[in-house]
């Protein structure tokens, strides 16, 4: 099993260029169910999740011409043999589930596994269910399995319990094919929606309201083939930002619009960076050490539950106290055991972490968690000073293209070793 070898200390200065967004195109690619037209796209990240999202859709009976060395991929799904999700994928990427929406959308029927938990919380897909059932579904539990099934769907007004990104995700491939109209409230507004409804509108879907909490379908009878290129990815962008921020650098990630990292750089500029927005681009300089800053985690525009493990990161060396607080899942502060390892001074009481920042950290051996902890422990290697190991780096391979080398071009001491 591949480890991260760090040795910490060194400011990081440089520019990198984000990849296509994880979130993003794992819907998009999934949502290629949806026509029996070739669909091509660019900017796909090469990823585990994206081979994993693949290998599902080629189960499935997709054709798929990967060239994801050059982020290219085609995908067409006009010889659809299975319906089915089974439990070793959706286990490996939840994400998966959101393929119940378009397989019922198009061929009336689906089968899919139920993901259960997962290393940051239960989260159950109650709020999936319940749209797709508003839309004219029959759902039942099969061992361990959602059967879904409904001759056409049919428009409905659906009002979300909760802005779920995923539940927004699959009702929204649902309801393009959908009879006749459908208005979903309270949906979730993250970007990757805004991008997913474009990549359906590249389509021909009829969708308003995107990155809004109101979306309006009107549903078609067929979906066409596209050519879309992915947005970049703004969590990606966040974590270098974030590790400059850590080590006192000066980080530019570019490739991707500020404007969607609003509420992770008015962190930065409360940590006492200085942000320089461009176009496509933006700059972090930080201070030698960073503020305080308190953080609560929210559904968009509020600060992203992603970046928070990476924000705890640089809070442990701040020059004083942040309070961190959880919303969006119950279980996401994995991280601090082993940040504590490195000597941050971390409290957890319920969903609350009390941080009190430290002149320095020391290294120390690691062992990653979850994708998003597993960033925030590389960062902790590279402020530490002396080695740090961090095990178990299969969890940075779902989300983060190139890791290693992306910090090592901004001056990191870091390899892979096996
Ligand atoms: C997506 C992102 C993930 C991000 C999260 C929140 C992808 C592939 N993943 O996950 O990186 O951290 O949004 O921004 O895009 N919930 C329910 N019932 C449901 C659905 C959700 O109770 O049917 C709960 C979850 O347990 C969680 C909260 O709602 O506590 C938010 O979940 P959701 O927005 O659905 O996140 P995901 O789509 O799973």
Redesign the pocket.
């Known amino acids: 099993m591949d480890k991260m070898r760090i040795r910490g200390g060194i400011a990081l200065r440089g520019t990198v260029e984000v990849s296509g967004s994880?979130?993003a195109a794992?819907?998009i690619l999934i949502s290629t169910l949806l026509t029996a037209e070739a669909c091509r796209f660019e900017r796909v990240p090469d990823l585990e999740d994206i081979q994993t999202t693949l290998k599902l859709l080629g189960q499935m009976g997709a054709t798929i011409t990967p060239a994801l060395d050059q982020s290219q991929v085609t995908i067409r799904c006009d010889a659809i043999s299975s319906r089915e999700a089974p439990y070793d994928l959706v286990r490996k990427m939840?994400?998966s589930v959101v393929v119940l929406g378009p397989l019922l959308a198009r061929f009336g029927k689906a089968k899919v596994s139920l993901p259960g938990g997962c290393a940051i919380?239960?989260?159950?897909?109650?709020?999936?269910?319940a749209g797709l059932e508003r839309l004219g579904a029959k759902i039942e539990l099969e061992q361990g399995y959602v059967v879904a099934e409904a001759k056409r769907l049919i428009g409905a007004n659906i009002v979300f319990e909760?802005?779920?990104?995923?539940?927004t995700?699959n009702v929204l491939m649902a309801a393009v094919l959908a009879r006749g109209e459908s208005v979903l409230e309270n949906c979730?507004r993250?970007p990757?929606i805004i991008d997913l409804a474009r990549a359906l509108k590249a389509m021909g879907a009829e969708i308003e309201g995107e990155g809004t909490e109101v979306i309006r379908v009107q549903g078609k009878d067929v979906l066409h083939g596209c050519d879309y290129r992915i947005m970049g990815d703004r969590?990606e962008a966040g974590t270098y930002l974030a590790a400059g921020l850590a080590t006192g650098g000066t980080v530019k990630v570019k490739g991707l619009s500020p404007t969607y990292m609003d509420a992770i750089l008015a962190k930065f500029e409360d940590a006492g960076s200085r942000v320089i927005r461009e176009a496509d681009a933006v700059q972090v300089i930080a201070g030698a050490r960073p503020q305080p800053t308190d953080i609560k985690t929210l559904?968009?525009p509020g600060f992203?539950?992603?970046m928070q493990a990476q924000f705890m990161t640089a809070m442990a060396v701040a020059e004083g106290a942040s309070v961190i607080t959880e919303t969006?899942?119950?279980n996401r502060f994995m991280h601090v055991p082993e940040l504590i390892r490195l000597g941050a001074d971390i409290t957890v009481r319920g969903n609350s972490a009390l941080i009190r920042g430290r002149p320095k950290l020391l290294g120390a051996p690691l062992m990653a968690t979850d994708l998003r902890a597993s960033a925030s422990l590389v960062l902790g290697g590279l402020c530490a000073e002396g080695e740090t190991i961090v095990n178990r780096i299969y969890h940075l391979d779902r989300g983060y293209e190139c890791m290693e080398k992306k910090l090592a071009s901004l001056g990191a001491e870091i390899e892979r070793i096996s």
Do not use: M
């Open positions: 994880k979130n794992l819907p939840r994400a919380g239960a989260r159950p897909i109650n709020f999936h269910l909760f802005p779920s990104v995923g539940a995700e979730a993250e990757e969590i559904p968009y992203p539950t992603d969006i899942f119950e």
